[in-house]
């Protein structure tokens, strides 16, 4: 069974830059994405980006192509999101979550969620 903790949440104001950081123990050979997912107060938790475990492509949502960048280290089990020019419509509780496939994922659809971090942007 996989478990994901995700780390460095945090406050910022508009412009600034933060790295979230996903660690995830056990195994789970069905889970090929690992993926960031958000849900702003009072909005459904919706799909951010993913990355294909086995390799490099990455998947975006367009609100956040070109600011956001997915990334995994597989050796040590662990995904990242660096975030820059981040906005006050980027606040929300960001979601480490392990998938099975892009479209499941784009439905909304995981195996596995972490508990989720905080990010903050002030204006």
């Known amino acids: 069974q996989v478990q994901l903790v995700e780390s460095g949440g945090g406050s910022v104001e508009a412009g600034g830059s933060l790295r979230l950081s996903c660690a995830a123990s056990g195994y789970d050979s069905s889970s090929v994405f690992m993926a960031w997912f958000r849900q702003a107060p009072g909005k459904e938790r919706t799909w951010v980006a993913a990355i294909w475990t086995h390799g490099v492509t990455a998947y975006y949502d367009d609100s956040v192509k070109g600011r956001f960048t997915i990334s995994h280290d597989k050796s040590n089990k662990m995904l990242f999101l660096q975030m820059n020019s981040l906005k006050p419509e980027d606040s929300a509780v960001y979601y480490c979550?392990?998938?099975?496939?892009?479209?499941?994922?784009?439905?909304?659809?995981?195996?596995?969620w972490g508990k989720g971090a905080q990010v903050t942007v002030s204006s």
């Open positions: 979550a392990a998938g099975i496939s892009m479209p499941a994922l784009r439905r909304g659809a995981a195996n596995t």
